[in-house]
């Protein structure tokens, strides 16, 4: 998926839980692990990783309209790129960046 050349770096989102470790012998990742042939595991990994790169992507589209409305000055209740970037551990700088990104992407919305 290529990307808008005004969009802002980002950062990989936080995780907000330690990922489980393989305790048991029988868990498998996407079925990959059975996977005898090389280039059949290349192929399914790769869907994957490109799969899991879009949906990163439109998480990111998402966090970028939240925190556009949380920052519009029509709401009582707004918050300021200071209190967005602590909410989500980002500078202020790039809250005002995102805060942008969403603004474009709601006019391309129609909202």
Do not use: C, H, N
């Not at 770096?9 to 005898?36: G, T």
């Not at 980002?90 to 129609?110: C, F, N, P, Q, T």
């Amino acid at each position: 998926m290529p990307s808008e050349p005004s969009k802002p770096r980002i950062r990989p989102a936080r995780l907000l839980f330690e990922p489980s470790v393989f305790d048991r012998e029988d868990e498998r990742f996407f079925d990959l692990d059975d996977l005898d042939d090389p280039q059949e595991m290349l192929a399914r990994s790769t869907q994957l990783a490109e799969a899991f790169r879009a949906a990163a992507d439109k998480a990111v589209d998402y966090q970028a309209i939240a925190v556009a409305r949380l920052a519009d000055r029509r709401r009582f209740d707004r918050l300021e790129p200071a209190q967005i970037a602590a909410r989500t551990g980002w500078s202020e700088a790039y809250a005002v960046k995102m805060i942008e990104y969403g603004m474009r992407l709601l006019a391309k919305r129609g909202e």
